[in-house]
């Protein structure tokens, strides 16, 4: 139901755009959250996005390099990437966190009811 796509192999300070794709309107409704992985460590929050796209909130390492959005008309969110570092790469999921209209903001894997599959994004220095 949530399709990632846009990851890649990108030379350290590059940039990408990951896109999330959502199968059903519902998820308009939804506040919307990237978080990644990489090798051997835990699932940590990125950024999250209310589901009027009104409120946003950023992982203190990517503030000021990493930009969440999303269009409702197109059941999609964003995550622009740019300045790239090598402690960036890992596997990207967006996941929806499934409560009806609420603004408010969640960080935590627990919170989310709904995840893509993933695309892995990779920093070469």
């Known amino acids: 139901q949530l399709v990632e796509s846009g990851g890649g192999l990108v030379q350290a300070g590059g940039s990408l755009r990951l896109t999330c794709a959502a199968s059903?309107?519902?998820?308009?409704?939804?506040?919307m959250g990237w978080f990644r992985q990489a090798p051997g460590k835990e699932r940590e929050f990125v950024s999250a996005i209310s589901w009027s796209g009104g409120n946003t909130i950023y992982q203190d390492s990517v503030k000021g390099r990493f930009t969440i959005s999303r269009d409702n008309d197109k059941n999609t969110v964003y995550l622009q990437m740019i300045s790239l570092k090598s402690e960036d790469t890992a596997v990207y999921y967006c996941?929806?966190?499934?409560?009806?209209?609420?603004?408010?903001?969640?960080?935590?894997?627990?919170?989310?009811?709904?995840w893509g599959q993933g695309t892995q994004v990779t920093v070469s220095s």
């Open positions: 996941a929806a966190d499934g409560e009806f209209l609420w603004n408010g903001l969640r960080t935590r894997p627990t919170e989310y009811d709904y």
């Open positions: 059903e309107r519902t998820f308009s409704t939804y506040a």
